[in-house]
């Protein structure tokens, strides 16, 4: 399949009317905001900034042009938009060049590509069709994932289209569809197929468009190959850490003499952001100039909240400042005194995840062992502050998010929580495998999320902050407690926007806990993070400004906490022993097993298929660890698709069939590989509190408690067939059973 980049110069794209070319009249009605309803809406339950944006995809449309870009602000309704829109060009039927939509089959499909949470069965795609308009207007429609996609191959298809070549897809079965709604991964395994529906798809949306941000991936090539007679992108954040992501964004919606090449685009918009001497908002102004931005005619559309006036309620922010307990503070100047020692995790960016914890609860150092909830509250003035926020927002019967990234301290304040206000408190974290969550896990978060939504009064539910990025909506909840802070303030920002979005009708308050030292004697490392996320928040009221990398927040955030220019690691290349090498992946979990039964630990070696995404579980009297077992033969690199595979499972097996060990034992995810680990998955690891046992470390667990092929054989007959009786032995172990 021949793929044309632009990226050297251009090599395809349509010039067609990149400027205004519209009729008088209709230019009159975009100018007064005057949209075309669908009569499959129910009723108008758009707010005006959404008429707005209706009219002018209808003119985008209208125009001739290949696609536009909507990039409102997190929470002003994107989706809405986009399928009042989509309603609108299926009632127009067929005509002319415009797309085929006929009372009956075979369809030019429209087309949605996202992110699976954003198109399951409780995701905004689906649950927006059923709510605002009437049934038949979608219909029929497709999920096209997992059995779907067995089920529309053809019969002669066989192998892997990233393998093979070849379309493997039935594409007239494709075109007996309306709607096809399907995620990234998807679009990129089966290329060919969707490639050589060619003109056959009428419209193609892509929701979290910065997805395909970076030239030259599978993901943008894979979308490059479509065809579409329209093609809509939305995204709040279409630039991220380069200028250059708004090119590519666009080189797929309206390619060629828009934006030039991608070295074009370079020389001219992204160079001069580089220069110290120029103003930085200069090529960002030429480059709104050429999208036509805040003309009727734009390519781009993006409004914000707060230019919207009365329509969104007030968002207040509360700083509340408490105090360092002894040992925190007792931690804080020992760790910053560490910089200079040269020993093993002292270098300035370990000790600044070493900050984060100790900061959030001094127990999490050095290693966290559970405490009883009193205990616990004692020992953290912090926590203590969060119970009495707590307590006022019971008092009004109101709800609270949580945000909080490492896995015990989500653990910890879900345990205090219910221990001071009887409320069983459900956490969520938004990492998903790259193929998708299972039906089951996808489930368990619809459930928890369900009952959080429903309850009537007082509630709380801690989340990872890592579900701003996957669409979740709770504007049930009007407070928002940033328990675990991070130096990335695009992240809050999302984070927050999960209550602060349409649909809410109460004032947000925004709360962020600030630890000082009581003595007043140095400026705490929460102060100077606080100080940090503001300046970078002000400097990113440019959207299409770039920010830095997080890597590279993370180094001015050292900086500024030790006063010092750092450089940062260079990879480290973990090598494993050739005997663990060769062991088949169920004698790696067996190994596995076997180690952390030498280590004083009753071990579960569960079954060889379905076992829900843990391999080892491994109980002592303080902490359950949940081992995921990643085995590699030839050195091929874990990424961060393991360490979200285990976040997904670890979630399932808390909620599932730990539930009373919660409050007992502390419950621990393990990423156990002889292979090497990318810093990318080393840093996903450490913002959730995944503990990583990798080559090296095996290597010293072996020389000084030796493992031998044949104990390793022992351990594999006692692996269980099921997973009843994986959760028998876990019942047993927790009632003090002890195996022979």
Request: with cysteine; proline share 5%; glycine share 6%.
């Amino acid at each position: 399949m021949l793929i044309y980049t632009n990226e050297e110069e251009v090599e395809y794209g349509n010039a067609q009317e990149l400027e205004y070319g519209g009729s008088e009249t209709r230019r009159r009605a975009l100018e007064n905001q005057i949209p075309e309803l669908p009569r499959a809406l129910k009723h108008n339950v758009l707010k005006d900034h959404q008429l707005r944006g209706l009219a002018w995809l209808q003119h985008n449309f209208l125009l001739g042009r290949q696609g536009c870009l909507l990039a409102d602000d997190m929470g002003l309704g994107k989706t809405l938009q986009v399928l009042t829109f989509l309603a609108w060009l299926i009632e127009r039927g067929e005509g002319g060049n415009e797309p085929k939509f006929s009372e009956s089959a075979p369809w030019d499909p429209i087309l949605i590509v996202a992110p699976l949470m954003l198109i399951e069965n409780d995701g905004p795609w689906l649950s927006d069709m059923g709510k605002y308009f009437e049934g038949s207007i979608f219909t029929p429609h497709l999920f096209l994932h997992g059995t779907e996609i067995q089920r529309h191959r053809r019969a002669d298809g066989h192998g892997k289209e990233t393998d093979i070549g070849e379309a493997v897809l039935d594409l007239e079965r494709l075109r007996q569809w309306r709607v096809i709604l399907t995620n990234y991964e998807t679009i990129t395994n089966y290329q060919h197929s969707f490639a050589r529906m060619k003109e056959s798809w009428s419209v193609v949306v892509t929701d979290e468009a910065q997805e395909y941000k970076t030239p030259s991936t599978r993901i943008s090539h894979a979308l490059k190959s479509l065809a579409p007679r329209f093609r809509i992108a939305c995204t709040g954040t279409p630039v991220e850490t380069r200028l250059l992501d708004v090119w590519n964004i666009f080189d797929v919606l309206q390619p060629g003499e828009l934006l030039g090449s991608a070295k074009e685009f370079t020389e001219k918009y992204e160079k001069p952001l580089l220069d110290t001497d120029a103003s930085a908002s200069t090529p960002v102004h030429l480059l709104k100039e050429r999208l036509k931005f805040d003309a009727p005619d734009a390519f781009l559309l993006r409004r914000e909240k707060a230019t919207l006036g009365d329509a969104f309620p007030v968002k207040h922010e509360h700083v509340l400042e408490c105090e360092l307990s002894p040992r925190q503070r007792q931690w804080d100047r020992d760790l910053r005194s560490r910089k200079d020692s040269g020993f093993e995790n002292q270098h300035p960016l370990a000790l600044i995840d070493q900050l984060v914890k100790v900061y959030q609860h001094p127990a999490l150092l050095p290693r966290y062992e559970p405490l009883p909830c009193e205990e616990a509250v004692q020992q953290c003035p912090k926590l203590s502050e969060v119970l009495r926020l707590l307590r006022d927002i019971k008092a009004k019967r109101e709800k609270a998010l949580i945000f909080a990234r490492f896995l015990d301290v989500q653990q910890l304040l879900a345990d205090v929580i219910r221990a001071e206000f009887g409320l069983e408190v459900a956490i969520v974290n938004g990492a998903t495998p790259r193929y998708g969550a299972t039906k089951r896990q996808s489930e368990n978060r619809s459930n928890l999320v369900k009952r959080f939504r429903e309850s009537v009064g007082f509630d709380v539910i801690v989340l990872s902050p890592d579900v701003a990025g996957i669409g979740l909506t709770l504007v049930e909840a009007n407070h928002v407690i940033h328990y675990g802070r991070w130096w990335n303030p695009a992240k809050e920002a999302q984070a927050t926007d999960r209550a602060y979005r349409i649909g809410q009708t109460r004032d947000v308050h925004v709360y962020y806990l600030i630890a000082k030292d009581p003595r007043g004697e140095f400026r705490s490392f929460d102060e100077i993070m606080h100080d940090l996320i503001r300046r970078r928040r002000d400097l990113a009221a440019e959207f299409l400004a770039p920010m830095p990398a997080e890597d590279d927040l993370k180094l001015e955030l050292a900086r500024e906490v030790f006063d010092d220019q750092l450089q940062q690691d260079s990879p480290v290349n973990t090598i494993s022993e050739e005997d663990v090498r060769l062991l088949p992946p169920d004698r790696f979990e067996a190994l596995t097993a076997l180690m952390e039964s030498k280590a004083g630990a009753k071990v579960i070696l569960t079954p060889r298929a379905g076992d829900e995404g843990i391999d080892v579980i491994a109980v002592s009297k303080t902490e359950i660890r949940l081992l995921q077992c990643k085995h590699t033969l030839w050195d091929n690199s874990i990424d961060t698709d393991a360490v979200n595979e285990l976040i997904a499972a670890f979630d399932g097996y808390r909620a599932r069939r730990l539930r009373s060990a919660s409050s007992r034992r502390v419950i621990r995810a393990v990423l156990i590989t002889n292979g090497p680990i990318t810093r990318q998955a080393r840093r996903a690891a450490n913002e959730a509190g995944v503990h990583l046992v990798v080559g090296g470390d095996i290597k010293q667990v072996l020389l000084k408690t030796p493992c031998s092929l044949g104990e390793i054989e022992a351990m594999e007959q006692r692996r269980l067939g099921s997973m009843p009786d994986t959760q028998a032995a876990i019942d047993r172990f927790l009632e003090g059973w002890e195996p022979r």
